[in-house]
Nanobody, 122 residues
């Protein structure tokens, strides 16, 4: 099993930046794809970004391409989401996710963190 704990959320103005972190524990972390989902108020959870365990494959939702960057440091059991040029529509609870490959992760992650709030005022 994998346990995921997010941090780094908060309030940012439009055009600003935040960096989310996710610390993972569990033996499967180093061989599992990792990524991020988000859920805005009244909306379903949606895929944001994913990266394979070796960093060789990266995928982003079209809405965040060019603005967000996912990275991971397996030695530190940590995954990051650098969020630049934030927009009000980025407001959501962001969840760290893990499990399988980048392809399967975009559809149905196996493990979920507790979530961290990101708010960008309109």
């Amino acid at each position: 099993q994998v346990q995921l704990v997010e941090s780094g959320g908060g309030l940012a103005q439009a055009g600003g930046s935040l960096r989310l972190s996710c610390v993972a524990s569990g033996r499967t972390f180093s061989t599992s794809a990792m990524g991020w989902f988000r859920q805005a108020p009244g909306k379903e959870r949606e895929f944001v970004a994913a990266k394979s365990w070796d960093g060789g494959t990266t995928r982003y939702a079209d809405s965040v391409k060019g603005r967000f960057t996912i990275s991971r440091d397996n030695a530190k059991n940590t995954v990051y989401l650098q969020m630049n040029s934030l927009k009000s529509e980025d407001t959501a609870v962001y969840y760290c996710v893990a499990g399988g490959t980048t392809v399967t992760l975009t559809n149905r992650p196996t493990y979920w963190g507790q979530g961290t709030q990101v708010t960008v005022p309109t």
